[in-house]
């Protein structure tokens, strides 16, 4: 099984400022990388797949990049509604597919 | 538009039983691959099982023989049968719309607690 681990566990960032979330697969799983945003008491929501394309809906200030073992999640500019945890999640190997432990991002 | 709609979660007994459903609308659950995973209070998200569009299903080793997946055709409605349930299944429970890589769709969950 694979094994994600996201970095850091909380990050606090000013509104309008720019978020890094990091996510690192326990081995090389090319580019088979999703991200999702969940928001408190709501279901989580497909940002990212492939890691960098973006999902229908996701504002262009949402990137995703990386490839191998190492990814990168960017926020550009921090709105307040963009608040939320972020999981990544593997799909190179499909049984089981493995979800990061998530990013807590709050307000600074 | 797609909808998936969970219903069936309850506060149930160790040892007890529950059905958890997904209704869907805006496409054909037959024709898709779909997924559940469930979220522990506080916790991150776990897959738990997918059934293929072919009708195969697969399970994690925490729920197999005790999970049953199955689906409805006519009701385009996806079911998770949990039996044996134990104090470690308590969660919120999501269907999802499985790409074969991706979940692109996501219900609103159920809670299911199991508790004495």
């Known amino acids: 099984e694979i094994v994600m681990t996201q970095s850091p566990a909380t990050l606090s960032v000013s509104p309008g400022e720019r978020a890094t979330l990091s996510c690192r697969a326990s081995?090389?799983?090319?580019?088979?990388l999703a991200w999702y945003q969940q928001k408190p008491g709501q279901a989580p929501r497909l940002l990212i797949y492939?890691?960098?394309t973006r999902a229908t809906g996701i504002p262009a200030r949402f990137s995703g990049s990386g490839s191998g073992t190492e990814f990168t999640l960017t926020i550009s500019s921090l709105q307040s509604e963009d608040f939320a945890v972020y999981y990544c999640?593997?799909?190179?190997?499909?049984?089981?597919?493995?979800f990061g432990q998530g990013t807590r991002l709050e307000i600074k | 538009e797609v909808q998936l709609v969970e219903s069936g979660g309850d506060l149930v007994q160790p040892g007890g039983s529950l059905r958890l459903s997904c209704a869907a609308s805006?496409?054909?659950?037959?024709?898709?691959?779909m997924t559940w995973v469930r979220q522990a209070p506080g916790e991150g998200l776990q897959w738990v099982s997918v059934?293929?569009?072919?009708?195969?299903?697969y399970y994690a080793d925490s729920v197999k023989g005790r999970f049953t997946l199955s689906r409805d055709n006519s009701k385009n409605t996806l079911y998770l049968q949990m039996n044996s349930l134990r104090p470690e299944d308590t969660a919120v429970y999501y269907c999802?719309?499985?790409?074969?890589?991706?979940?692109?769709?996501w219900g609103q969950g159920t809670l299911v607690t199991v508790s004495s």
């Open positions: 999802a719309v499985d790409t074969a890589k991706y979940l692109a769709y």
């Open positions: 492939d890691a960098s």
């Open positions: 999640q593997q799909y190179n190997d499909w049984l089981p597919i493995t």
């Open positions: 805006g496409f054909t659950v037959s024709t898709n691959y």
């Open positions: 059934i293929y569009s072919g009708g195969s299903t």
């Open positions: 081995q090389s799983i090319s580019s088979t």
